[in-house]
């Protein structure tokens, strides 16, 4: 299979190949053999009647590799069901969701490092050749093309790197607009007719007193004409009505993730997409949440979906203006380095975007990223540990570097470490740190050289 279209077909002939690249699920992965390496899909298009009918296949497949972006769905894939102890197939995801998490713990789901602007390049040219490559698509047009729904992300590094590529309809899948967003009948070899099951869905939780309390901080240092790049959960959300409450307004959207918050601050009157580059569009490079978000989506002509390595690009992100950044990471040491993918040994997520966004919001005119978390956690003896420490636990990972980070974010502040030295990084952190810790944090610093009082390690 070429990556290229092997030939426009005119509308009368379009039909007629579909028919003849028609066939179930179960005689779509006969086409799989011991050994292959496979690629599943991106968010709401991994694959579901495909995956199922592999998965009885289990007994008569050997080493077979599985790669994914992030299994949505409520239950883990049918493969590992299947197969709990990873003796037929191994599952590698370079994004972790919770089911994958739990897989992972389990000991049959791995882990694929890499950063998510990278994919295309990663899968295409890193990666072993795609024995077959499958994902579900919206219905074809009367053109022969698929379109993705409301992801591009890496799909075309995937795509070029398949030797096969099967696509599974499902009639529920959004129309999105944007670049590279669809695949033509030409270069399809296989199409399933899925059984049309609805999309996987984000209802985020309700932000708490501390997530509210870190939204307010950040919001004051939002100004109008501002573009928004937002993560997931109930934490972003609030951060999207506090704004749509406030007199902050002329925003725009360019976000790796495009979650509901942008839809409440589209109802509020706020977005109108004028202080960015693609002016007019909501550009992003997935999408995932209620089912009235992509109900919006649908065939919404604001709407801008586009590859990974484009939206999350560094100097694309800097070509907007007044852009704001905000993620949450999981742990911040006194030297300001950040862990968002990692508990010590046990792996959380996936590295995403947050250093794309932290830097091309910093390059951005007038831009700032905000790197968020509680002070402390609560562990299962009901004791508490702060996430401020003075290094990070052995096995964790970096994920920003103190050299990249601008604003970190607790419920007691919003500190700006650029350029600052390290004594005053220390200052800064310990003063957003839970007031308990502080003096700990304080003498911590001491030892470690990095406090006003001198610069020397103690030993």
Avoid at 34 to 41: L, R
Avoid at 262 to 281: M, P, R, S, V
Avoid at 442 to 453: D, H, N, Q
Wanted: aromatic share 8%; with cysteine; charged share 25%.
């Amino acid at each position: 299979m070429s990556y290229d279209v092997k030939q426009w077909l005119p509308a009368d002939q379009v039909q007629k190949a579909y028919q003849e690249k028609l066939v179930t699920a179960d005689e779509a992965v006969k086409v799989i053999k011991s050994g292959d390496q496979i690629h599943y899909g991106l968010f709401t298009g991994v694959v579901v009647d495909l995956d199922t009918a592999l998965a009885k296949r289990v007994n008569e497949l050997e080493d077979v590799t599985i790669c994914a972006t992030m299994w949505s769905y409520a239950q883990p894939p049918e493969v590992l069901k299947a197969d709990p102890k990873a003796e037929h197939f191994h599952y590698a995801s370079s994004h972790f969701t919770g089911i994958e998490r739990k897989c992972n713990k389990e000991g049959n789901c791995w882990f694929l490092p890499v950063q998510f602007r990278e994919n295309p390049k990663f899968y295409e040219e890193c990666r072993p050749r795609f024995a077959v490559a499958m994902l579900q698509v919206a219905p074809m047009d009367k053109s022969g093309n698929f379109n993705f729904g409301p992801q591009v992300a890496e799909y075309w590094g995937v795509l070029k790197n398949a030797d096969k590529i099967i696509v599974e309809v499902n009639e529920k899948m959004p129309i999105t607009h944007g670049i590279e967003n669809c695949i033509n009948i030409s270069q399809v070899d296989y199409v399933v007719e899925g059984s049309n099951t609805p999309l996987p869905t984000i209802n985020a939780k309700e932000a708490n007193d501390i997530e509210k309390a870190m939204a307010e901080h950040i919001v004051k240092l939002i100004e109008s004409g501002s573009t928004l790049q937002l993560g997931t959960g109930g934490f972003p959300n609030y951060v999207g009505k506090l704004i749509a409450e406030s007199d902050i307004n002329d925003l725009s959207v360019h976000t790796e993730m495009f979650v509901d918050a942008y839809l409440h601050l589209f109802k509020a009157g706020k977005l109108t997409g004028n202080k960015k580059i693609n002016k007019g569009k909501m550009s992003f490079t997935f999408a995932m949440g209620s089912q009235e978000l992509y109900d919006w989506i649908d065939d919404n002509q604001m709407m801008q979906v586009g590859p990974v390595d484009y939206i999350n690009d560094v100097d694309v992100i800097s070509q907007n203006d007044k852009m704001i950044s905000v993620n949450s990471c999981l742990q911040v040491d006194l030297f300001g380095q950040v862990n968002s993918e990692s508990a010590g040994l046990q792996h959380i997520g996936g590295t995403g975007g947050q250093l794309d966004y932290v830097m091309g919001a910093f390059k951005s005119q007038d831009g700032k990223s905000f790197l968020c978390l509680p002070s402390t956690r609560t562990l299962k003896d009901g004791t508490k540990e702060s996430l401020i420490r003075a290094t990070l636990p052995e096995g964790s990972i970096v994920s920003t570097p103190r050299s990249g980070i601008h604003y970190i974010v607790t419920e007691y502040g919003a500190v700006c470490l650029k350029g600052k030295n390290t004594y005053e990084r220390a200052e800064l952190l310990v003063s957003i740190a839970h007031p308990d810790f502080r003096d700990e944090l304080i003498e911590a610093a001491k030892r470690m050289g990095i406090w006003k009082t001198s610069s020397k390690v103690q030993k």
